[in-house]
Nanobody, 121 residues
Framework: QVQLVESGGGSVQAGGSLRLSCAAS????????MGWFRQAPGKEREGVAT???????SYAISVKGRFTISKDNAKNTLYLQMNSLKPEDTAMYYC???????????????WGQGTQVTVSS
């Protein structure tokens, strides 16, 4: 079993920055693949960024160049640095983990409760 707890969300103006954190505990062997997803009201959940224990990363086109995913393996914590935020980035952001590489698909087995990001124009 894996527990994921996100933090770091908040309200910022367009152009601002936020850093999200996701602390993982439990059976960390299943944390080989981790990612950030988001869901805005009335929209489907979408993949934002993913990484694996080897450090490989992938990003949605909409955030590439603005967001950076990273992981501190010693602390078992996943991060998402978000710069140049836009109003369209407003959503609930979720952390996910699995032993399988789902990439940006939402098929991960373990999910956090989410943290809200609101970007005002």
């Amino acid at each position: 079993q894996v527990q994921l707890v996100e933090s770091g969300g908040g309200s910022v103006q367009a152009g601002g920055s936020l850093r999200l954190s996701c602390a993982a505990s439990g059976d960390t062997f299943t944390n080989n693949y981790m990612g950030w997803f988001r869901q805005a009201p009335g929209k489907e959940r979408e993949g934002v960024a993913t990484t694996n224990s080897g450090g490989s990363t992938s990003y949605a086109i909409s955030v590439k160049g603005r967001f950076t995913i990273s992981k501190d393996n010693a602390k078992n914590t996943l991060y998402l640095q978000m710069n140049s935020l836009k109003p369209e980035d407003t959503a609930m952001y979720y952390c996910a983990a699995d032993r399988v590489d789902w990439g940006l698909l939402s098929d991960y087995n373990y999910w956090g409760q989410g943290t809200q990001v609101t970007v005002s124009s």
